[in-house]
């Protein structure tokens, strides 16, 4: 089956660093995104890494090791906004979105 | 209006209604998505429409039915739904190339309650 896995919960403080761990296994690979959820609001794009190796943009970056069916997305100087559910999804064979249930950060001042 | 835009916002049926949803992309993408989100569960891809063909139908019952009359537009009419059909669903499109994933944009998605 296809699977991907990721915390359901974390927690960080302002201004410090935070890294959010998704592991996949899914039937192919076409690339892997990371979205960010605000509480009610649509899923914004984030990041879209397809060849190992880490993606910067900004405050955020994301990472892959498609040997290891793993990514992670880093974010740095954590600011009070961006308390949100970060959603991890995998672009199987068919380019159909594979998705994980998320991971909610609560940042702490 | 720019985006993908969705209504109505929320909606609370009863089991024995029928509504439907309506979705709008502003992006001239060339295909257009259903989710369902639920709490604390991954998205569940409902249907897929490619160039206004359905490409997929992930095994969603027949109590929920897509139209997509051109390619800016997708419809989800619901009938004779159950109380665990509540969740928030979620409109996306994206601009399909071949051999390729595609970034997906989302509407802010219809918040349904069932009584």
């Known amino acids: 089956g296809q699977n991907i896995d990721q915390p359901t919960e974390m927690t960080a403080t302002e201004g410090a660093i935070v890294q959010i761990n998704c592991t996949y296994q899914?039937?192919?690979?076409?690339?892997l995104f990371w979205y960010q959820q605000h509480a009610g609001e649509a899923p914004t794009f984030l990041s879209y890494?397809?060849l190992d190796g880490l993606e910067e943009k900004g405050r955020f970056s994301s990472f892959l090791s498609r040997s290891k069916g793993y990514s992670y997305l880093l974010l740095k100087e954590l600011q009070m906004k961006d308390s949100a559910s970060y959603l991890c999804?995998?672009?199987?064979?068919?380019?159909?979105?594979?998705w994980g249930a998320g991971t909610k950060l609560i940042i702490k001042p | 209006e720019t985006g993908v835009t969705q209504t109505p916002r929320h909606l609370v049926m009863g089991m024995t209604n029928k509504k439907s949803l309506k979705c709008e992309q502003h992006?001239?993408?060339?295909?257009m998505y259903w989710y369902k989100q639920s709490a604390k569960k991954p998205l569940e891809l409902m249907f897929v429409?490619?160039?206004?063909?359905?490409?997929e139908n992930n095994s969603v019952p027949s109590r929920f039915s897509p139209e997509c009359p051109n390619s800016s537009h997708l419809f989800l009419h619901l009938h004779t739904l159950q109380p665990e059909d509540s969740a928030l669903y979620l409109c996306?499109?994206?601009?399909?190339?071949?051999?390729?994933?595609?970034?997906?944009?989302f509407g802010p998605g219809t918040r349904l309650t069932v009584t």
């Open positions: 996306a499109s994206s601009q399909r190339v071949s051999g390729g994933a595609s970034e997906q944009y």
């Open positions: 992006l001239g993408h060339n295909a």
């Open positions: 429409y490619n160039f206004k063909e359905q490409t």
């Open positions: 899914t039937s192919g690979f076409n690339g």
């Open positions: 890494n397809v």
């Open positions: 999804a995998v672009s199987d064979s068919n380019y159909q979105l594979i």
